[in-house]
């Protein structure tokens, strides 16, 4: 069950695609080549800072998604993590898409359309299971403190993202010159 909420439910909700049936699994012949990643387009983005945002809330997306599909078998943090989950992934919905589409752009160029949710975790590197993040913290209490933690400023994509594209205002334009000012003398 574990499986099948992150492979299919969670990148359904997260690309907006809320069919009411369950999906039926492709045969061989139906199942899409993989989709190729732009030359030297593949992992984070160091030298761009548009980017590398972008990249970085995807990760955390990626895995606040698998975080929330492993406490599904926990039927004692089941129901509030799917609450709290819903409730953030509406409140990000747009975030989302908007990571999901200015991330195929970079990563797949022209074929950017075609991309889904495992391409980008393929592209970035990521990976598909939520233990190895988890450490030395057991999955029970990073189930019972998500809740509360999904509500915290890490997890307001659509602010992080407004910041990270906001121009630079005149403080911190005057800061950079005054830098850049003592560094040339």
Known sequence: MRRFFAGILF???LACAQAEETPRALTPAEA????????KRQGYAFEQPGVLIRQRLFGLAHGLSML????????EHS??????????????RKAIETLLHDLA???FGARAAEARWQDLVRALDLHDSIDPALGRISLQDACASLP????????E?????????????PAAAAGAAATADKVDR
């Open 11 to 13: 990148p359904a909700l």
């Open 32 to 39: 899409r080549p993989v989709l190729e990643v732009l030359p």
């Open 68 to 75: 929330a599909a492993a406490c599904l078998d926990l039927p």
């Open 79 to 92: 129901q509030p993590v799917q609450d709290a989950y819903a409730a953030w992934h509406a409140r990000q």
């Open 105 to 107: 752009l970079y990563h």
């Open 148 to 155: 509360a933690a999904i509500g915290r400023p890490r997890y």
């Open 157 to 169: 994509f659509d602010k992080l993202l407004a910041e990270a594209d906001a121009p630079a205002g």
